[in-house]
Nanobody
Framework: QVQLVESGGGLVQAGGSLRLSCAAS????????MGWYRQAPEKQRDLVAVITSGGGTNYADFVKGRFTISRDNAKNTVYLQMNSLKPEDTNVYYCAADIRGWATALRRYWGQGTQVTVSS
């Protein structure tokens, strides 16, 4: 079965940095777009950054210049480097990936979510 496992969340002071990782594993044929989303309690899930299989990127306005998304296709892993963190960045961050399995049609998979807390 395909799984996305996230790591790298935690507690950091304002102005600090974190790097989130998300590794896809299982019966994977190919991975198209990968991305990061965030969701506060009782709020909608918002796009943070996405990256295509070819390396093209797009960012939400509120993270431009501070966050960088990247991927290692050989490791089926996507990263989010988070710099200059602000208290308002506090959220649960979810990894997403559009994946074709060897016996599964293209579909969206989600990670379990990782908590990022930024103190002021």
């Amino acid at each position: 079965q395909v799984q996305l496992v996230e790591s790298g969340g935690g507690l950091v002071q304002a102005g600090g940095s974190l790097r989130l990782s998300c590794a896809a594993s299982g019966s994977i044929y190919s991975i198209n777009t990968m991305g990061w989303y965030r969701q506060a309690p009782e709020k909608q899930r918002d796009l943070v950054a996405v990256i295509t299989s070819g390396g093209g990127t797009n960012y939400a306005d509120f993270v431009k210049g501070r966050f960088t998304i990247s991927r290692d296709n050989a490791k089926n892993t996507v990263y989010l480097q988070m710099n200059s963190l602000k208290p308002e960045d506090t959220n649960v961050y979810y990894c997403a990936a559009d994946i074709r399995g060897w016996a599964t049609a293209l579909r969206r998979y989600w990670g379990q979510g990782t908590q990022v807390t930024v103190s002021s």
